[in-house]
């Protein structure tokens, strides 16, 4: 009995309002929907962008490693070589400001791997 009065009084409100609360209603519906795809865009948009970023770095690390890392690679393990079995190749040092930089791409040689690394685990 009291479904069929509501029945009738959503019917009767229908008819005194021209169907314009269903019309409101259906708005706000499509409204919702719509905010929820742009954020979903805007979602998609921002992970494309932090992949295409994460591509370009890891694509640039080769030539770093070709030109800096090799030969800075090459220097150390002849200077440990030399040290510990005692050679005697007479390794020289590094000048005064490339045994610093040395220092900084040996450095920023264990952050990036050590970042690829943590990128990999969490992105997976």
């Not at 494309?48 to 770095?57: F, G, I, K, S």
């Amino acid at each position: 009995m009291i479904g069929l009065i509501a029945k009738a009084g959503g019917a009767v409100l229908g008819w005194l309002t021209g169907g314009t609360l269903d019309r409101v209603l259906d708005s706000v519906d499509h409204r919702i929907d719509n905010d929820t795809e742009r954020e979903r865009i805007k979602a998609d948009i921002v992970n494309v962008h932090t992949r295409a970023q994460a591509n370009l770095l890891a694509s640039r690390t080769w030539w770093f490693q070709l030109f800096f890392v090799v030969p800075l690679g090459i220097w150390f393990a002849a200077v440990v070589a030399d040290s510990l079995f005692h050679f005697a190749w007479n390794v020289a040092a590094l000048p005064a400001p490339l045994d610093q930089w040395a220092g900084w791409i040996v450095t920023s040689l264990f952050l990036v791997d050590g970042g690829k690394a943590l990128i990999g685990r969490f992105s997976k």
